[in-house]
């Protein structure tokens, strides 16, 4: 019972209070288990009522008494250290063995002993807000994992073996983004970063002795400090809509280049058509007046006169005629043009174009020039033909 | 009988306790003195169990492990005036038992606080001939080491005492500054926010005028090639014709002229205002041989 409770009592002065100051597990105060031996014994000589034949049953008790204590004595130094684990044990003080995993005993208090977990990864997160070379300020969130590689370092070197890693840590982390710029620190340069402070915090604590090694370190994120996050917020959106806007401009030029490709290739095949036609056409015409013009020469005259006949017969034989003997008759003639005309708009069209009596007794005369000189030149040449 | 063993009890028990007062054990962990009436008799004892003489001397314990003076921040000005906050902290340990006892006798605190006045001395002076770049970002390693092995020769010296490493934790700008660092961070995220835009919009335009430019290429270089092959129809229905044509030219004139013809009066309606002169009218009036 007394040999379990752990720590000191609060008595300085106690040899064997140096130990107990960890906060582990200590050799148990020897002086203070005397005295409440003593105590205990003096209450059941007490309690028998002051006969004096109580010395044969307080002898009883005190060898029940004796044992009890061996044993509970022996269940508290027997100990087991796991595969995880390692215990240092000290001999009076002086460091006696590292203990590897497996059933072992110790002897307190003569013996004392620290056990910790050595294998198992620590981890100590971190996030704050510190200076980059460039004067802005960045968070930085950050975790430590470590464990322990020399327990007796551990337990023995550093007063505080955790705290002093957790200032290191910092110092190290602190040193490394002050000697980054921003930039640097906000994205490409994490992993560099996690690689130079792991160095250096290594570096740091060996140097303390404090048998504790640096596992892994993870920038978990750097950031922009909250105050200034919405500008940063907007210079993302910005990329974004930069990507926007050449999108659209993107799908305006996918929109029309492909459109003027189809219509420059419809240009090309309406010329090529027209190529085409006019040239077969031009043939065809071409052949046809060949072949027509072969038999005008077995038979010239005829056909020369059948054409012409043909032509004007079909040419009169769609219009309204007007015979005009200019001649024989009376230079005044009267043409009921505009009768003609008006009937002929009532007919057709009321989109016409109005024409007074006079403009109409003009245009006739001009019409009536107009062919008797027609009419003549044919004439002429078709007897310049024969 | 009873009175005897009670002797006997109290004798053991004097016995017992004369003899815990003799021994004293120092752990690996620990330094320690022993005192004789405050005289230094054993400055400086190894670990393991000892025998003192009880009653008589007294030992004094310390801390032997690396401890560490954390001191609060600090307000300082670096060459070119401007505040900083300086965070460090020392990794002590005892050196030299007897040194220490005398000088700071034995008290943790004491030590602690007659360094950390002598750390932050130097700190000011080294950051004071600084510039703030150069404290953040420059030598720092050199510094500290500078820092600690003047501040060792004298502890060591002084108060007996082994100074491993001086860092600083946290070189940071006081909240009134930060917060114009901040303004100024955030304008020059919106400065590249605007460029970054502009360099969008910059592109999109760039990629608009240059669609626009195919379009005008394509059409105007469509326009050349379809001229081209019109002109080439042309030609070659030209030369169609006038091969043809060639072969009698006057016969050509007549029924070409007689096609025009009928496609100048081919509308329904037109007047015709005729005279009957005219070759066509001949046997209209008349009709024997002339």
Redesign the interface.
């Known amino acids: 019972m007394a040999w379990n409770e752990p720590g000191g009592n609060g008595k300085d002065q106690d040899p064997w209070g140096g130990g107990n100051r960890g906060g582990n597990q200590g050799p148990p105060d020897l002086d203070e288990a005397f005295r409440k031996l003593q105590e205990k014994l003096n209450g059941i000589f007490g309690g028998k009522g002051g006969g004096s034949s109580s010395s044969s049953g307080g002898g009883g008790v005190f060898v029940v008494a004796l044992l009890v204590a061996f044993a509970a004595y022996i269940w508290n130094a027997v100990y087991i250290v796991d595969q995880k684990e390692r215990a240092v044990v000290l001999r009076f003080g002086e460091y006696l063995e590292t203990v590897t995993p497996g059933l072992h005993i110790y002897f307190p208090p003569i013996d004392s002993k620290y056990q910790e977990n050595v294998t198992e990864f620590r981890t100590y997160n971190l996030r704050q807000q510190m200076l980059t070379e460039d004067e802005n300020i960045v968070e930085v969130a950050m975790s430590v994992q470590y464990n322990i590689s020399d327990l007796k370092d551990f337990i023995l070197n550093v007063e505080n073996p955790e705290s002093s890693l957790e200032q290191a840590t910092q110092s190290a982390l602190r040193h490394v983004v002050g000697g980054s710029e921003m930039h640097q620190v906000l994205t490409e340069g994490r992993e560099a970063m996690a690689d130079e402070v792991r160095e250096r915090l290594q570096s740091y604590i060996n140097n303390y002795g404090s048998g504790i090694n640096v596992g892994k370190i993870n920038v978990e994120s750097t950031s922009a400090p909250q105050e200034v996050q919405p500008a940063f917020d907007d210079v993302i959106r910005a990329r974004e809509d930069k990507e926007r806007s050449q999108n659209r401009a993107q799908s305006y030029a996918n929109a029309i280049v492909p459109e003027a490709r189809g219509e420059a290739q419809r240009l090309l095949e309406e010329a090529e058509g027209y190529r085409q036609e006019v040239i077969a056409r031009a043939e065809g015409e071409a052949n046809r007046f060949t072949q027509l013009l072969t038999e005008y020469r077995k038979a010239p005259e005829v056909t020369r006169q059948r054409i012409y006949l043909d032509t004007l017969q079909e040419v009169l034989g769609q219009s309204n005629k007007v015979l005009v003997d200019v001649d024989g008759g009376n230079n005044m003639m009267y043409l009921p043009l505009d009768k003609i005309m008006q009937e002929r708009g009532g007919a057709t069209s009321s989109g016409r174009v109005e024409l007074d009596a006079q403009q109409i007794r003009e245009l006739a005369n001009q019409v009536a020039e107009d062919l008797r000189s027609r009419s003549s030149t044919s004439s002429r040449s078709g007897r310049s033909a024969q | 009988?009873s009175p005897k063993?009670m002797l006997g009890?109290i004798v053991l028990?004097l016995a017992?306790l004369v003899g815990?007062e003799s021994?004293?054990?120092?752990?690996?962990?620990?330094r320690a003195v022993v005192l004789r009436f405050g005289e230094l008799i054993e400055p400086n004892v190894q670990?393991?169990?000892h025998l003192k003489a009880p009653f008589i001397d007294k030992?004094r314990?310390f801390?032997g492990?690396?401890?560490?003076l954390?001191s609060p921040p600090e307000r300082f000005l670096t060459q070119e005036k401007k505040a900083l906050i300086v965070d460090s902290?020392v990794?002590w340990r005892i050196d030299n038992v007897e040194t220490f006892y005398t000088a700071t006798s034995g008290d943790i605190r004491r030590a602690n606080q007659l360094l950390s006045q002598r750390v932050e001395s130097r700190l000011r002076n080294i950051v004071g001939g600084k510039s703030?770049?150069e404290v953040?970002?420059g030598e720092?390693?050199e510094l500290m080491q500078a820092i600690t092995l003047s501040l060792n020769n004298i502890a060591r010296k002084e108060l007996g005492v082994e100074v491993?490493?001086v860092?600083?934790?946290?070189?940071?700008?006081p909240p009134q500054v930060?917060?114009s660092?901040?303004e100024r961070?955030?304008t020059e995220?919106?400065k590249?926010?605007?460029e970054?835009?502009s360099?969008?919009?910059e592109?999109?335009?760039?990629?608009?005028a240059?669609?626009?430019r195919?379009?005008?290429v394509?059409?105007a270089?469509?326009?050349r090639?379809?001229?081209?092959?019109?002109g080439?129809?042309?030609a070659?229905?030209?030369a169609?014709?006038a091969?043809?044509?060639n072969?009698?030219t006057?016969?050509?004139?007549?029924?070409r002229?007689?096609?025009a013809?009928?496609e100048?009066?081919?509308?329904?309606?037109?007047?015709?205002?005729?005279?009957?002169?005219?070759?066509?009218?001949r046997y209209l009036k008349q009709s024997e041989v002339k």
Do not use: C, H, W
């Open positions: 009988m063993s009890v028990a017992v815990i021994l004293y054990v120092v752990s690996e962990r620990e670990p393991g169990l030992v314990i801390d492990r690396l401890l560490t954390d902290f990794k703030l770049q953040v970002s720092r390693d491993v490493d860092r600083v934790k946290r070189i940071d700008l930060s917060d660092v901040f961070m955030r995220r919106d590249e926010a605007q970054i835009r360099q969008g919009n592109q999109a335009e760039v990629i608009r240059d669609a626009d195919q379009k005008r394509l059409l270089e469509a326009y090639d379809a001229e081209k092959l019109r080439d129809g042309d070659q229905s030209a169609i014709y091969q043809a044509y072969a009698d006057e016969f050509f004139s007549f029924y002229s007689m096609q013809y009928k100048t009066f081919r509308k329904q309606g037109d007047i015709m205002v005729l005279d009957p002169e005219s070759d066509f009218f």
